[in-house]
């Protein structure tokens, strides 16, 4: 609980003052400038492996968030943030959620649950930023730092940061992780003593350079670059590419000897033509050999990398590492709202186990989602989502799965 304490600050000092008026004797308002955001995201999902000798899985669930936050004391531009968020399933468990026991079904990682989901003080001078407390962080594109916000709860970082944008064009934030909560059932915060460093320079709208390094304690440390941009040349045009490598952790602290040693490359590029997109992206995780480790991005949003049915999610990334190649082609617009398809292609990065031999082939998949606004409720969305995943010839991934979804979401924010 000792790692909690900062990121609870803030609980006592927005509840307590909302309960007495938010006033003080002498005049002065504790807090001012309140305001209120919530989210009710009810979801239903079926996930199917087949000839694994589970039954399917399917759960109902909905993730209900609310965050209050509000200047503090009269102090300019020094505010506070809780934030409370549930996930409910009604009493439907035909799904195994990691924790409620329920092996026979498929896998499907949305517990009933709650938690503190924000407690933070903030305070900005200039364009300087000081945090202290419990938030969600998303870095860059969340490959390696991330909420998870497509699993009904998401992680929650308790952090003490400082962000920094004086320069002109220039970003930088200095980060210590003392522990994180979520996505997973937790009776308490994971404790963790992680270092992020991030800088962002943006040269011109065609390229901006960012360079990090995320010191996850007693995993590795991973630091690369990555550049990135956009230009209308008749079509909008994006890219990214990125390198990066993971090493032995500097903050190392339970495990002693903890050893990485392993590579990431990402190659992005998008177009939009008039509402129509398009898009081929080349990811490579590198996988073990040797004394080489297997790249794992272990605190990233994952499921929006390597397919949305998750089967190379975090601790299944395959031992021989991952070559997903992809294309994409959807279509957006105002009113028609966005589809988009995408398909993959699976390699190992090293050869692995099949039977009879060795092989490089992790399957394929195909993803399909549509997300459009509902008529004539403000703020309310609505999802159908689809993956199908085709086994490959590996060991462990001979299996195929599919994956569906249907979601609302509906926000709201009080002033």
């Given amino acids: 609980m000792k790692r909690l304490l900062l990121s609870m600050a803030a609980v006592p000092l927005v509840i307590g003052g909302l309960s007495i008026g938010a006033s003080a004797d002498e005049g002065f308002n504790i807090l001012n400038d309140v305001k209120v955001k919530g989210e009710i995201r009810p979801r239903y999902e079926y996930a199917n492996v087949k000839k694994n000798q589970k039954d399917a899985a399917q759960a109902l669930t ?13 102090v300019e531009n020094l505010t506070a943030t809780v934030g409370v968020t549930s996930v409910n399933n009604f009493g439907y468990t035909n799904y195994n959620s990691t924790s409620n026991g329920n092996t026979q079904y498929d896998v499907i990682v949305d ?5 503190i989901s ?15 407390g419990r938030s969600k962080v998303n870095l860059d594109n969340q490959r390696f730092i991330g909420t998870v916000g497509w699993r009904q709860m ?113 190659l992005d ?11 081929v ?39 021989g590492g991952l070559i997903d190649t992809n294309i994409r082609l959807g279509y957006a617009d105002k009113e028609f709202g966005k589809l988009l398809a995408v398909y993959h292609d699976f390699k190992a990065d090293e050869k692995m186990a099949k039977v009879g031999g060795t092989t490089d082939d992790l399957g394929s998949e195909l993803d399909v989602s549509y997300a459009n606004k509902i008529p004539g409720v403000n703020n309310l ?35």
């Fill in 62 to 74: 909905a993730r209900t968030s609310l965050t209050v936050s509000a200047g503090l004391f009269e």
């Fill in 381 to 415: 969305t609505g999802l159908v989502k689809y993956a199908a995943y085709s086994k490959g010839e590996a060991t462990n991934y001979t299996n195929d799965k599919q994956v569906a979804w249907l979601m609302l979401d509906y926000k709201f924010e009080i002033k």
């Fill in 269 to 279: 590029l998008g177009a939009n033509i008039s509402g129509i997109l398009a898009g």
């Fill in 154 to 266: 998401e992680r929650s970082y308790d952090t003490v940061y400082a962000a920094d944008n004086s320069i002109e064009n220039l970003s930088l934030l200095a980060a210590y992780v003392y522990g994180y909560q979520g996505v997973k059932e937790q009776a308490e915060a994971i404790d963790t003593k992680t270092v992020l460093l991030h800088a962002n320079y943006k040269v011109m709208d065609e390229l901006s350079v960012t360079a990090y390094d995320y010191m996850i304690g007693s995993l590795s440390d991973t630091y690369g670059l990555a550049l990135t941009g956009k230009a209308d040349v008749g079509i909008k045009l994006d890219y990214r590419a990125e390198y990066a490598m993971q090493t032995d952790p500097t903050m190392e602290y339970q495990v002693k000897n903890v050893k990485a040693d392993a590579t990431y490359m990402n």
């Fill in 111 to 115: 517990p009933q649950q709650a938690m």
């Fill in 118 to 132: 924000d407690a933070a003080i903030d305070y900005k001078l200039n364009k300087t930023s000081l945090h202290a």
């Fill in 281 to 319: 992206n080349y990811e490579v995780l590198s996988g073990a050999s040797g004394s080489k480790t297997a790249f794992n991005p272990t605190l990233g949003t994952n499921h929006k990398f390597n397919g949305w049915a998750d089967v190379f999610y975090v601790a299944s990334v395959p031992a």
